[in-house]
């Protein structure tokens, strides 16, 4: 493999682990990776982390990158799981080959047997409780079980019977003999199978007995022909293990397991736990509730998977648990959705304006870019009359300092559209409130016409009060309060959920060209934001947008600590 170009000073510290590994040809097979989800829930940013890491790998490197279902727990493992994860995995522009940990079983139970009738394994009676009390502390090492010399011939015996079943959940485990007086606590005889009485969702009642994770996992990535087994930095203290099996199954040319940062995001939360804990208190409307960080959620926030290619490729590899702000992957989107959404004139907060001298009965086409930063997108037609919308927040009656739009006697520049200048402020008898504003125009100041006589402070967009489409507007925000601060022994979740977390717009009005948007269609709503077509557009009777992300975020970007 001396042919590869040299780029180790661009290369990260796993790039480099790989690349010497080749050099060295530690493998007579090319560079395999994999993502082994359990599937007992959604992906989120941080899966999408690891997925593309794993994945980027292997492409760089001419290798392949496996998707593995690690399904040994039968009580959590469900197939709408499955799918979902494959749905995420595809979205993201991926196509890998896919395995189940399942198809496995025989090995892996043979694998087992294997290492009692070397003396390495042995059936421990002890209880849950007992072999937690055994185990020792950090300071202290682990006391052997009673049952740790068991003959391998009687170890075998007992192992049989676990998997015909005639022992009760949790009365036996098959541990690993290796050092109950390890400093690793990993190594002080971990449990290797443990007894389950519950039907799988794939292999139905074959099984009573299943596999740890720590001891399929390596046996899974030796079946599949893995090289290196990356994953998050919370497993380093698990490589040993990981070792020790591969060593102990006389594997040749094992696989290696090597480690990376965790990522986290401010203000996100990526514990599967505390997500589904949302989900099930209904605090958000489902696994795909446009504020949380699955993979679902980002997809029907309008997040397209170009934009967390762009931001996992920003963050690099980290070598340590970090945290990066989430104003890294707001400006990823930007810069993604910048040059693609097409344009969209929409009044969030709608008020009339009603040009008095412009010809009542008169509507003018009015050719308008659909992206000032792609000319390739063209123009579109846009309606002009003499009752708009424009938004409230525009105009101010009495203006204080520094309010350059709309206010009596002040002009402005409708976009696209005419100089206009505002005559009176209409109220309401009953409220008091401004009803409509009352304004007049010059028709010399047409866009496009080549007026430029005089200058105007401000441009506001606009739609036709005679041809706007009514529409739902969702504005979403970090899901959590500001000082949200989460506990591991349990969460008030209705004190910690941010109200304003998720705002809903129901009278907005948007320009004609809406009304054919489909549901995944993104745009750019002038001076708001970016926003993709919700599903709920095919059921709500009217376009139904949520809000992608701002247009600015004042914020300084900040990145992780890379290697």
Known sequence: MADLPDRSRDEHFIARIIREDLEQAAYSRPIATRFPPEPNGYLHIGSAFAILTNAGLAERFGGRFNLRFDDTNPLKEDMKYVRAIETDIRWLGLEPEVFFGSDYAERIYESAEYLIRKGKAYVCDLSPDEMNAYRGTL???????????????????????????????????????????????????PALYRIIHAPHYRTGSAWCIYPMYDFAHPIQDAIEGITHSLCSIEFKDHRPLYEWVMRELDIPEAPKQREFG????????????????????????????????????????GVTPESIRRFIGDIGMIRTSSTVDIALLDHAVRQDLKPAARNLMAVLDPIKLIIDNYPESETEWLEIENNPENESMGRRRVPFGRELY???????????????????????????????????????????????????????????????????KATLHWVSAKHAVEAEVRHYGALLRPEAKLAESGNDWASLVDPESRIVRDRARLELSAVSAEPGERFQFVRHGYYAVDPDTETAGKPVFNLIVSLKDGKKLSKPARE
């Open 262 to 301: 965790r990522l986290n995001i401010t203000g996100v939360v990526t514990s599967k736990r505390y997500l589904r804990e949302l989900v099930e208190g209904g605090y958000v409307s489902g696994w795909d509730d446009p504020r949380l960080p699955t993979l679902m959620g980002l997809r029907r926030r």
């Open 139 to 189: 300071t202290e090492p682990g006391i052997d079980s009673p049952y740790r010399e068991r003959s391998p011939e009687l170890n075998l015996d007992l192992f049989r019977r676990m998997r015909a079943g005639e022992f009760a959940a949790g009365s036996r485990v098959l541990r690993a003999k290796i050092d109950m007086a390890s400093p690793n606590p990993t190594l002080r005889d």
């Open 390 to 456: 424009i938004e409230r927040e525009d105009f101010m009656e009495e203006p204080v300092k520094g309010f350059r739009r709309l206010s009596p006697g002040v002009e402005v520049r409708l976009k696209g559209a005419y100089f206009v200048t505002c005559t009176e402020a209409v109220k309401d008898p009953a409220t008091g409130e401004i009803a409509e504003l009352r304004c007049t125009y010059d028709p010399a100041t047409k866009s496009g016409s080549g007026f430029d006589a005089r200058k105007v």
